[in-house]
Nanobody, 123 residues
Framework: QVQLVESGGGLVQPGGSLRLSCAAS????????MGWYRQAPGKERELVAT???????NYVDSVKGRFTISRDNAKNTVYLQMNSLKPEDTAVYYCNGDGTVWKGLKTTTTTYWGQGTQVTVSS
């Protein structure tokens, strides 16, 4: 009922920048908190940043000052601006969102995930 599609990944040199986008579509009432996670080879998926519908943000320490999460509620889209990229930022980046949908006469909120986009930081 909610589809999340990421875009914007790619190959960038150390110190470079990338901007990821994640657009939500489908038959939902609202998309509440949204976030970005990443998973490097051989490692567990980790939180990168989250943002509430009202714009309150949270970041993992390793990206503070370098990454900025933002969202456009009218477009149901979340962004991740990544600056000063390092090789250790290399990973598949996933977005997620808490979508509220109708289930019969009631509403329910479920966390949905995108398919991921590869970010590779290498010279």
């Amino acid at each position: 009922q909610v589809q999340l599609v990421e875009s914007g990944g790619g190959l960038v040199q150390p110190g470079g920048s990338l901007r990821l986008s994640c657009a939500a579509s489908g038959a939902f009432i609202s998309i509440n908190a949204m976030g970005w996670y990443r998973q490097a080879p051989g490692k567990e998926r980790e939180l990168v940043a989250t943002i509430t519908r009202g714009g309150i943000t949270n970041y993992v320490d390793s990206v503070k000052g370098r990454f900025t999460i933002s969202r456009d509620n009218a477009k149901n889209t979340v962004y991740l601006q990544m600056n000063s990229l390092k090789p250790e930022d290399t990973a598949v980046y996933y977005c997620n969102g808490d979508g509220t949908v109708w289930k019969g006469l009631k509403t329910t909120t479920t966390t949905y995930w995108g398919q991921g986009t590869q970010v590779t930081v290498s010279s």
